[in-house]
C-alpha cells in the first residue's frame, strides 16, 4: 500500500471511529452546563433577596401605619434591625421613612404642592426634604388636600456570588401607605 493511500485510510478509520466521543463531549458541554447552574442560582438569589426585601418593606410601612404615639429615634433605628432580620440580609441596609402632605392643587400631578413634615433616615443617611419632592411627585399617588401619608424607602445592597452577568447594585423600594389609627405619624426628623 503506498504511504499516501495509508494516511487516507488511517485519517478515515480516525473519523469513522466512535470510541471515546462521549468524554469528548462532556469535556466540551461541562464549563457551559457549570456556568448555567451558577447562572441559574445568582438570578435566582437575586430575585429572592428582591423579594424579601420588597415583603420586608411592606411590614415596615404596615408597622408604622398603625403607630398613633409619637415615635423616637430608638423606634425608627429598630425598624432598621426589624429590617434586616426579615431580609436576612449580609450587606448594609438603611430606611427612610417621611409624612408627607398635600397642600394644594392635589389632583394634578404637576402643580400639586407636597410638603415633607418629617423625616427619619437610618444609619445616619440623609433626610428627606420639601425640595426633594419634585423628583417623587410620580411615586406618589394623588391625595385629598391637607391629607397625609407615609413613605417608607428601603435600600439594600446586593452583591452575587459569582461573576455570571449581574453586576452588584442597590435593591430600592417606595411603599406609600395612609396612617391608619391618626391623621398624622408623629416621626422624629434626622439630620
Given at each position: 500500500?503506498?504511504?499516501?493511500?495509508?494516511?487516507?485510510?488511517?485519517?478515515?478509520?480516525f473519523a469513522e471511529d466512535t470510541r471515546g466521543s462521549l468524554s469528548v463531549e462532556a469535556a466540551l458541554i461541562m464549563p457551559l452546563l457549570t456556568w448555567l447552574y451558577v447562572g441559574s442560582f445568582v438570578w435566582f438569589d437575586a430575585f429572592r433577596t428582591q423579594n424579601a426585601n420588597l415583603k420586608a418593606s411592606y411590614t415596615i410601612a404596615d408597622m408604622l401605619s398603625r403607630q398613633t404615639d409619637t415615635l423616637d429615634s430608638n423606634f425608627m433605628e429598630g425598624l432598621n434591625t426589624v429590617f434586616d432580620y426579615l431580609t436576612s440580609s449580609n450587606h448594609p441596609t438603611y430606611?427612610?421613612?417621611?409624612?408627607?402632605?398635600?397642600?394644594?392643587?392635589?389632583?394634578?400631578?404637576?402643580?400639586r404642592d407636597l410638603q415633607v413634615l418629617e423625616s427619619y433616615a437610618t444609619g445616619g443617611r440623609t433626610r428627606l426634604?420639601?425640595?426633594?419632592?419634585?423628583?417623587y411627585k410620580s411615586k406618589i399617588p394623588f391625595m385629598v388636600d391637607g391629607d397625609t401619608i407615609i413613605l417608607v424607602e428601603s435600600f439594600m445592597a446586593y452583591e452575587?456570588?459569582?461573576?455570571?452577568?449581574?453586576?452588584?447594585?442597590s435593591?430600592?423600594?417606595?411603599?406609600?401607605?395612609?396612617?391608619r389609627f391618626a391623621s398624622q405619624l408623629l416621626i422624629p426628623s434626622s439630620s
Open positions: 500500500m503506498k504511504p499516501l493511500s495509508l494516511i487516507k485510510a488511517r485519517l478515515r478509520a430606611l427612610r421613612m417621611t409624612t408627607i402632605q398635600c397642600v394644594s392643587a392635589c389632583a394634578d400631578e404637576a402643580a426634604y420639601t425640595a426633594d419632592m419634585a423628583s452575587p456570588m459569582f461573576n455570571v452577568g449581574l453586576s452588584a447594585r435593591f430600592e423600594n417606595y411603599i406609600v401607605t395612609r396612617p
